[in-house]
């Protein structure tokens, strides 16, 4: 037995994600080696509560989530969690929805809980428009602010605008907002047609 096996073992053990902390030694006596681990457990889930999503409901996240309450809270689990609730916003045409935050059981708390950010706009700024009223652009978006960003419904708004004839280039601009975290500020760069 070798510190490289301990490290190999140890790792193994880690990478089960039910333990929060563990540690390893190697025992030797006269006739063999042996390997002593010491852990610690991760807390149990008590309960799952989703917070932040408003036009995903809950109802349609809880069954993605595979992570059960009254079990050992695990980490690999919840990496999976996390991913299929990313999926399902993006298949859904919300694409900049993300976890951006996890509560995990520990003494204090029981719950695990994802905080979900659903990349909502915050403001549309327009540019470039010398000739054109600001309203005959705005009139043309399906986005709004409020609402989540979402890639299919600023391609639609795109070509609305580009239908009027009047831009030659239409460049979306996408930045994190100043304002509020986790929601974005979506400027319209336009090219006006030469008359």
Known sequence: MTEFTLE?????????GLFSEVTGRIESNKRKNNIVFKVKENKKINNIL???????STEE????????ENTIYNINQVRKDIQAIEAYYKKNNYDFA???????????????????????IDTITITGNLKTRDYVVLRELTI?????????????SIKRIRNTGFFTDILPDIQPSKK??????????????ET
């Open 98 to 120: 993300k976890v951006f935050k996890l509560k995990v059981p520990n003494d204090t708390n029981e719950s695990l809980i994802f905080y979900i950010s659903e990349g909502i």
């Open 144 to 156: 709004e602010p409020g609402e989540p960003l979402s890639v299919k419904k600023n391609i639609e």
């Open 180 to 193: 509020n975290d986790h929601s974005y500020t979506l400027t319209l760069i336009l090219k006006e047609r």
């Open 8 to 16: 190999i073992a140890k790792k193994n053990i880690e990478n089960l």
């Open 50 to 56: 989703i917070e932040g999503n408003s036009y995903v």
């Open 61 to 68: 996240l809880m069954p993605l989530i595979q992570s059960q």
